[in-house]
DNA sequence: TGGCCTCGAGTTCA
DNA sequence: CTCGAGGCCA
């Protein structure tokens, strides 16, 4: 054996018993739980490969950290064991368990399949309760497994534990095992309210966990949101106890106690992968973190045969998920410059893989959010990214930071002139954007406007996509949306990869966009707060392009949902001699729609209704149903309220369903939408 | 003036 | 999808 692996391993232990400490005894860790695994993994293999290297004080050798010294400590009757980890994320971990249990029990592969009782591992702080005769008479903390904390004044604060079993018989002892934790929404309100009386937010649901149950003042424990799980149990006399692990967590349940009812009970292997699968499908939307599945053997005489190897029993094991945080270092903060001139912040991370992709950027939205968390560039990163959610920057680990310490970032500092064009930059009093003033003459907010105007919501120039814009505009071929109509095949063919198939295509793709509507055509300017919606409102009330650049800030108001800021917006853009040319260059480029009378209210069989859709159509998409509502009069809005009449629900519906229900909405599928639509239905709607 | 409700705008990766 | 802010109504 090397110097270099003792050395390494000594290393080990000594980061290992430092984030113990931090992370156990001050509740305030520096590095994500996916880093210390990993650190706690390596010297775990290392261990394993050179067992003389094991010292007795190595942290493998213990289950947690030490007991707080104000704590009176606790012995535990049964020990509390901690669940040895699938090292294998993939579902294959599910098989390897499987066939770890039949190999131990001798069983053949003709043998009927086995029993497990699958459960969620919750991300929080593992508790023993101990009833005497029925009444909660100990609440400890795991601690090293063997000697816990007493914590009980602090637990008797969490409500959903019941002080006193329900059953007018108890026995004489009964502890029982699980989770405390907090739930994600109890957590985000609580902080919330934190925010808001100037208190400190808690770091994570976990932290906060852990934190509260350590509190010594159990008032302050008591503000905190805590919950509770049974999954197990310790100590029991008079008690008897049923065969199985399922059946154990019913009588649990009967007795007061909360179990979760997340659980199932499967056969064998594709039994628990199918559990597995599921449960991280929809990790995301239940309302607290796990790090992933618990498998049990359900039958507790297969787990008495089956003991234990060292301190784990081989009957249980946990299956992870993929982190959904990860430590990475910031290598720079650039900034991006948006449509509207926005000087956009991003921190380009070391590539990291986290929730199942691999993240390299992450927005930082603007100079309040870099000083709320003081990143700077160099510094390592807490990232979390969770189901669908985009990447984001949780907190910087300052411990970590260089030295010597890179400045704060400044954006204003560091980029008094826009990166893209060199104009100068400033920030406007009560806006939280720094622009850049260069306006379309900035490159990057032409080709932006380019982009936008092409989107598929506006003149849907098909194939004009962010590649051929920077070429466009890096040419010096398009400066304007209007240049794009005067594009002909010879200034095509001068872009890469633009042979002349694609060139004829993109050609027929901007001779088509020409035929479009005025709303459309209004959408696709980019006026400054005129998004779809309002764009679609302009048209309808003003009818024609003429009617609409006539019009001064007091007729803009007329226009339902348009105050001062959105008119003044408006009038502002056509004011400006440069815009108007562009206007008049693309009608006389050949765009053109059809013009209608001035219509100051909706009309058709579904006017005056708010429709809201979700979830997919069996035979439509979400823009076609969109549209035949509103051909028919209606409106559709975004998100479920009070003042939505029908919700259009389809296949993978999600939360909208569920508060349109709560909310007693009316639910349409396809098939009853259609109805609506269809002629003779008119008159029918007001049932 | 305060409290909904919407709309607009910005954003990541495969 | 989510945040911030504009617009409307009580």
């Known amino acids: 054996m090397s110097q270099g692996i003792a050395e390494r391993a000594r290393l080990l232990r000594e980061q290992i018993n430092h984030h113990n400490y931090r992370y156990y005894v001050l509740d305030n860790p520096e590095i994500p739980d996916a880093e210390y695994d990993r650190l706690y993994r390596e010297l775990e293999a290392l261990e394993a490969a050179h067992p003389q290297l094991v010292t007795p ?15 009176a400590p606790v012995a535990h009757r049964v020990p509390m064991l901690s669940i040895h980890t699938e090292t294998d994320i993939e579902a294959s971990g599910a098989l390897n368990f499987d066939a770890r249990v039949r190999r131990e029990l001798k069983l053949k592969d003709s043998d009927p399949p086995i029993e497990y009782a699958c459960e969620l591992k919750f991300d929080g702080l593992a508790i023993n309760l101990r009833y005497e005769q029925g009444v909660l008479a100990l609440a400890a903390t795991r601690g090293d497994g063997e000697t816990g904390e007493d914590v009980t004044q602090n637990v008797r604060t969490i409500r959903c534990i019941p002080l006193r079993l329900d059953t007018p018989s108890p026995p004489p002892v009964l502890e029982v095992r699980g989770e405390v934790f907090i739930p994600r929404p109890d957590f985000e309100r609580y902080n919330e309210k934190q925010r808001e009386s100037g208190g400190t937010p808690l770091v994570n649901p976990r932290n906060g966990a852990a934190g509260s149950i350590r509190q010594l003042d159990p008032a302050i424990a008591a503000q905190r949101p805590l919950s509770f799980y049974a999954y197990g149990i310790g100590e029991t006399a008079g008690w008897e106890t049923p065969a199985s692990h399922s059946g154990l967590l019913d009588a649990l349940r009967e007795l007061g106690l909360p179990v979760s009812g997340e659980r199932a009970v499967v056969q064998g292997p594709q039994g628990l992968a199918a559990f597995h699968d599921d449960i991280g499908r929809r990790r995301d939307s239940l309302p607290f973190d796990i790090d992933g599945v618990v498998y049990k053997v359900n039958s507790l005489a297969l787990q008495a045969k089956l003991g234990f190897v ?47 992709v691999t993240v390299s950027n992450a927005t930082l939205h603007n100079q309040d959010e870099i000083d709320r968390l003081d990143v700077r560039e160099g510094d390592s990163v807490v990232v979390r990214r969770a189901g669908d959610v985009i990447p984001e920057v949780v907190a910087v680990v300052k411990d970590r930071r260089p030295q010597p310490e890179p400045a704060r970032f400044q954006i204003l500092q560091r980029y008094p002139a826009c990166p893209v064009c060199g104009s100068h930059v400033m920030r406007q009093p009560g806006e939280a954007a720094i622009r850049c003033s260069g306006g379309l003459y900035c490159p990057a907010q032409r080709k932006q406007a380019l982009l936008h105007f092409a989107s598929r919501r506006a003149m849907d120039i098909e194939g004009l996509g962010e590649k051929l814009v920077d070429q466009l505009v890096d040419l010096g071929l398009v400066r304007t949306p209007a240049e794009l109509y005067k594009l002909g ?52 009330h003003f009818g024609s392009l003429d009617a609409l650049l006539a019009a001064d800030a007091d007729t803009l108001m007329q226009v339902p949902d348009v105050g001062p800021v959105v008119a003044e917006s408006i009038a502002q853009f056509f004011a400006e001699p440069h815009n108007r040319e562009v206007v008049e260059q693309l009608r006389a480029g050949g765009v053109s ?59 993978e519906a999600g939360s909208k369903l569920l508060k349109a229900q709560e909310l007693g909405i009316a639910i349409l599928d396809e098939e009853a939408l259609l109805g609506l639509l269809r002629p003779e239905a008119q008159g029918k709607l007001d049932f």
């Open 57 to 71: 004080d190595s942290p493998t050798r213990r289950v947690g950290g030490k007991p707080l010294e104000s704590f």
């Open 310 to 356: 060292s301190r784990e029993p081989r009957w249980a094991v946990a299956h992870k998920f993929p982190p959904e945080e990860e430590l990475t270092v910031v290598e720079a903060i650039e900034v991006q410059v948006g449509r509207t001139g926005a000087l956009t912040p991003v921190a380009r991370l070391k590539p990291v893989f986290v929730g199942g």
């Open 489 to 540: 095949v010879a200034k095509v063919a001068n872009l890469e990869r633009m042979a002349e198939k694609s060139a004829a295509n993109l050609l027929a793709a901007i001779e088509k966009s020409k035929r479009t509507t005025l709303a459309r055509f209004i959408f696709a300017l980019g006026i400054r707060n005129v998004g779809e919606t309002t764009a679609k409102d302009l048209a309808r």
């Open 593 to 651: 729609w059809p013009e209608t009378a001035p219509q100051r209210k909706p009309l058709g069989a579904l006017a005056g209704k708010t429709f809201v859709l979700t979830g997919t159509l069996p035979n439509m998409t979400r823009d076609e149903a969109k549209d035949r509502i509103e051909a028919a009069g209606g409106k559709v809005a975004g998100s479920v309220s009070k003042k939505t009449d029908y919700l259009v629900a389809g296949a």
